[in-house]
């Protein structure tokens, strides 16, 4: 009996000793320690020919920016902004994607001893392992694959790993939550298309996530209860923080939790922290301005964000505290597994206090000054979306 009282205070002897070891290090010790992956990075058309990530550019997410911030892993993305639902429509889009993969490719090929193509979660572990960036590919929007889902397996061996069902305007796949104004007259499609529902399940087939951000309400419930994985929504907010069409309410929270998915929190200022009515109006107007986005070249794009960033300035930018306050909603709705992290980077993301990826560390600091847990700042971090991964990769093979 003695013994095993001496065993027992043993034991609570270095349980308190790991707790307080845990609660006396510092956000910048538990950031150096976490494994970072961020599920939205975009890129412009001009990434490996005009612009050098290898360098300090003027982009938010670079090799030295990444370094400072030590942001270790994340989606770069195969974007494509949405167009009319025809031949020329699918070419052009198609056009635009293979720019993008292509320069992803160069990126991991050119700059190898510091950038590194994964294709799997235990890739992305074994890279950062090695002190490189893994790469990963996710296409936001499908619409680029045409009328036919013929090439999924081809866009899976070049690495894609999660497919954006849609984007701005409905597609040929699904309605949209944000239609355009100009093509769409209310739903297309009431949810997923029938051709919508085959990509779904030949997503599931190739070990690729079927990604519902951008999705509307009723497509992002179809697909959940359609695909045999779970889903993830690699960037959005929660409407009970920041109520737009693009953010998601509780019931889809409780239906990411039900498929056992991830929700990840997007960084980006719109979604983040609603705009006052002025700033309302006057993104409006620079919305009917500029016009259908899928006619914009990389200047006019360049330029729409110069734009918003100058309206943005109107007002109190969101910061990275408002940015949590999703986080904090998210896990209280679905729970510490089901949330985790994106910046839409060089897509319009950026709040005050992470503008670029060198300032990653000060969201690591904040779910620290909230009382998160190290295990639980790793769950959100990357161990979520690894785990989804995870399954998907297992229920292909």
């Known amino acids: 009996m003695i013994n095993l009282k001496h065993s027992a205070l043993l034991l609570l002897a270095v349980s308190a000793s790991a707790c307080v070891a845990e609660s006396t290090r510092t956000a910048s010790e538990i950031h150096d320690q976490t494994l970072t992956l961020d599920t939205h990075i975009d890129i412009p058309l001009t990434y490996m020919t005009e612009i050098n990530p290898a360098e300090l550019t003027d982009l938010q997410v670079d090799l030295p920016k990444l370094a400072e911030g030590k942001l270790d892993s994340g989606f770069w993305i195969v974007y494509t902004p949405q167009g009319d639902l025809t031949d020329e429509g699918y070419a052009q889009a198609s056009e635009i994607a293979e720019t993008r993969i292509a320069a992803i490719t160069a990126l991991t090929q050119t700059h190898s001893n ?9 890739d992305v572990r074994r890279i950062v392992a090695a002190g490189k960036h893994a790469v990963l590919v996710g296409m936001e929007n499908a619409y680029p694959l045409g009328e036919s889902i013929e090439s999924i397996p081809f866009w899976a061996e070049r690495g894609v790993r999660y497919v954006g069902l849609t984007h701005f305007g409905h597609n040929q796949f699904g309605d949209s939550s944000n239609p355009n104004s100009q093509r769409d007259q209310g739903p297309k499609w009431n949810g997923l298309s029938p051709l919508g529902q085959d990509l779904v399940r030949a997503l599931n087939d190739n070990g690729i996530m079927v990604d519902v951000s951008h999705t509307g309400k009723a497509t992002m419930m179809q697909a959940a209860d359609l695909s045999r994985t779970p889903i993830i929504a690699s960037h959005s907010g929660v409407k009970a923080v920041a109520d737009t069409e693009r953010n998601l309410d509780d019931e889809q929270l409780l239906k990411i939790k039900a498929v056992n998915g991830v929700a990840q929190m997007v960084a980006l200022g719109a979604y983040v922290k ?9 993104r409006d107007a620079l919305d009917k301005e500029f016009g259908d986005r899928s006619s914009w070249d990389q200047a006019k794009r360049n330029l729409y964000v110069l734009r918003r960033a100058e309206i943005t300035a109107m007002a109190p930018e969101a910061n990275v505290s408002d940015f949590v306050d999703h986080i904090d909603h998210a896990v209280k709705v679905a729970g510490i597994d089901h949330v985790g992290i994106a910046s839409d980077f060089d897509g319009g993301g950026g709040v005050e206090g992470w503008r670029d990826a060198s300032e990653t ?13 190290e295990g ?19 229920d292909a093979n």
């Open 114 to 122: 510091n950038f590194e193509l994964a294709k799997t979660a235990a």
């Open 274 to 282: 609603l705009p006052t009515a002025e700033q309302k109006a006057a």
């Open 361 to 373: 560390e000060n969201v690591t600091a904040e779910l620290v000054r909230r009382g998160y847990s």
């Open 376 to 394: 639980d700042i790793a769950k959100i971090w990357g161990e979520n979306l690894l785990r989804v991964m995870e399954a998907v990769e297992a």
